[in-house]
């Protein structure tokens, strides 16, 4: 039977055969949706009309189609790095340090080159709290990255090919690698300090081609294979990217 939550922003629940399901209250949410992400979960939004009771019941119909997003999704976590001290990653201009201290707290340093993250001496690093703090380091050392490189970029390519925008704006978001508004301004993901030069030039030059033409039609990518060349394979080869795997 389902249960009744009142007054509730987000609660976790356990479905059998699934799991850990989390529904959470969305004021944007115009109707109930599910979503199946790496490292996420399953996560059911929720509109402010629409009562708890009924997002759990959604979930029982729609069982099948979780699980095999499940499947896929934990395909996915197996991608994800485990850090650990003896762990060489970088990431454009940074080279991860673990060390440990003697304080209860878990902080990060990046200067010198390095992003430095220390954590409890009593931990392992293979926690799941110890791993979940340097994800997010290494996320802001791509913030950091990405707000002194990526606009130069833009500026670079805007210049060299005669496109005009108005300013770029860095962001985390989910589920794109950069986007273009209505104004000309340049929208741009911090993980695309994670892609290679190519791909990363790439979607670049995409958003700014969206400048001139708003949508992906015929004259769009005529206009990005004049300036990048072999936008399709380009395009397709971003697919293999995934913005939540590192």
Same mark, same amino acid.
């Given at each position: 039977?389902?249960?009744?939550?009142? *007054?509730?922003? =987000?609660?976790?629940?356990?479905?059998?055969? /699934?799991? #850990?399901?989390?529904? %959470?209250?969305?004021? @944007?949410?115009?109707?109930?949706?599910?979503?199946?992400?790496?490292?996420?979960?399953?996560?059911?939004?929720?509109?402010?009309?629409?009562?708890?009771?009924?997002?759990?019941?959604?979930?029982?119909?729609?069982?099948?189609?979780?699980?095999?997003?499940?499947?896929?999704?934990?395909?996915?976590?197996?991608?994800?790095?485990?850090?650990?001290?003896?762990?060489?990653?970088?990431?454009?201009?940074?080279?991860?340090?673990?060390?440990?201290?003697?304080?209860?707290?878990?902080?990060?340093?990046?200067?010198?080159?390095?992003?430095?993250?220390?954590?409890?001496?009593? *931990?392992?690093? =293979?926690?799941?709290?110890?791993?979940?703090? /340097?994800? #997010?380091?290494?996320? %802001?050392?791509?913030? @950091?990255?990405?707000?002194?490189?990526?606009?130069?970029?833009?500026?670079?390519?805007?210049?060299?090919?005669?496109?005009?925008?108005?300013?770029?704006?860095?962001?985390?978001?989910?589920?794109?690698?950069?986007?273009?508004?209505?104004?000309?301004?340049?929208?741009?993901?911090?993980?695309?300090?994670?892609?290679?030069?190519?791909?990363?030039?790439?979607?670049?030059?995409?958003?700014?081609?969206?400048?001139?033409?708003?949508?992906?039609?015929?004259?769009?990518?005529?206009?990005?294979?004049?300036?990048?060349?072999?936008?399709?394979?380009?395009?397709?080869?971003? *697919?293999?990217?995934?913005?939540?795997?590192?």
């Amino acid at each position: 039977m389902p249960t009744t939550f009142l *007054k509730l922003s =987000s609660v976790n629940v356990h479905i059998d055969g /699934i799991g #850990k399901v989390l529904i %959470e209250r969305s004021d @944007k949410a115009k109707r109930i949706s599910i979503s199946v992400r790496p490292l996420k979960g399953i996560r059911v939004a929720v509109p402010p009309h629409i009562s708890f009771d009924k997002a759990e019941q959604l979930i029982y119909t729609k069982a099948d189609w979780i699980k095999e997003h499940q499947t896929r999704m934990q395909e996915q976590e197996t991608k994800v790095t485990t850090y650990d001290p003896d762990t060489e990653f970088k990431t454009r201009f940074h080279t991860l340090r673990l060390l440990t201290h003697a304080q209860y707290n878990m902080r990060c340093v990046i200067e010198g080159g390095y992003v430095n993250v220390f954590y409890p001496a009593f *931990k392992n690093a =293979s926690e799941p709290e110890v791993q979940k703090f /340097i994800r #997010k380091s290494i996320e %802001e050392t791509y913030r @950091k990255e990405a707000k002194e490189y990526l606009p130069q970029r833009v500026a670079f390519f805007a210049e060299r090919f005669g496109f005009e925008y108005q300013t770029v704006f860095i962001k985390n978001a989910k589920s794109r690698w950069g986007s273009c508004s209505h104004t000309n301004n340049i929208n741009l993901n911090l993980h695309l300090m994670r892609l290679p030069d190519a791909l990363c030039d790439y979607v670049i030059l995409h958003e700014l081609a969206h400048t001139v033409e708003k949508n992906h039609g015929p004259r769009f990518w005529k206009l990005l294979d004049k300036v990048c060349g072999n936008s399709k394979a380009l395009d397709k080869k971003l *697919k293999d990217y995934r913005i939540s795997i590192f």
